[in-house]
């Protein structure tokens, strides 16, 4: 077999979104293993926190997607790649970024926990307000798929982790790690099934991923700096406003929008470059405490 055939095999995968959403919902599935209901005590101690963080996710992201990607003049495919982006919910590796960064690591969890599912409501509908103009969104259709991909699978792990809690505990130790690679066999489906088209002018969507992200972190710590939150709570915000489920986007474009292959791409390279900035964001943080205590 010839390396065509698998370059074939790939293209084929990433276009039907089948695979794509398989290896996400192992990504929630863990999700899901990891979740324990004290995790959830912060959305009914401190709900202000939560509402802010989530105004701010659903807010901030999706304006700056439309507002970047009209400025670059995307085309629709792209548009719609980067505006679900946006739309999606915070990312599962916000909070390890978060720890690292001696932030709110409990309004972190509660944030993403919440965001993820506001999601199927959420998700579709600023889809279809900020992109439906441009294309076709079923919204209906990305509804039951965040459902099917997000929702369900972060209910069986939960399920796992009260019934099994044995069995759970010794699978939580490997799930980051499984996680990861299915993450990583994502973003190698997307670029596999659209390497000619990024090669021949994706540099602009490559400038567009990154401000999104610097500037959705930037505005976070903003927005609760001005609020005057603590510190702790600025960095989750910073953290969690610019940090996407970017898996979920890449999934709902090979889904729902395969009449646009390059829709899944923005999601491709966010889910690295995010953990990228992420991690240098941490490093600021906690370089500044280190410098106070000097």
Known sequence: MNASFFDSVLAAAASSGTLISILLGVVMFGMGLATRIDDFKVVFSRPKDIVIGCAAQFTVMPALAWALARSFGLDDALTVGVVLVGCCPGGTASNVITYLAKGDLALSVGMTGVSTILAPLLTPALTWILAGETVEVDTAGMFIGILWVVILPICLGF?????????????????????????????????????????????????????????GLALGYLIAAALRLAEP?????????????????????????????????????????????????????TRRDAARRD
């Open 233 to 285: 709570k600025r960095r989750a915000l910073c953290i969690e406003v610019g940090m996407q489920n970017s898996g979920l986007a890449a999934s709902l474009a090979a889904t729902h929008f395969a009449a646009y292959p390059m829709a899944a791409v923005p999601g491709a390279i966010f889910s690295v470059w995010h953990n990228l900035s992420g991690a240098f964001v941490a490093r600021i943080f």
């Open 159 to 215: 399920a796992a982790r009260h019934f099994c809690p044995k069995a759970t505990d010794r699978a939580v130790r490997y799930m980051p790690a499984v996680s990861s690679v299915a993450i990583a066999v994502i973003i190698a489906l997307v670029l596999a099934a659209n390497a000619r088209r990024i090669a021949d002018g994706g540099l602009s969507v490559f400038m567009v991923v990154i401000l999104h992200n610097s500037c």
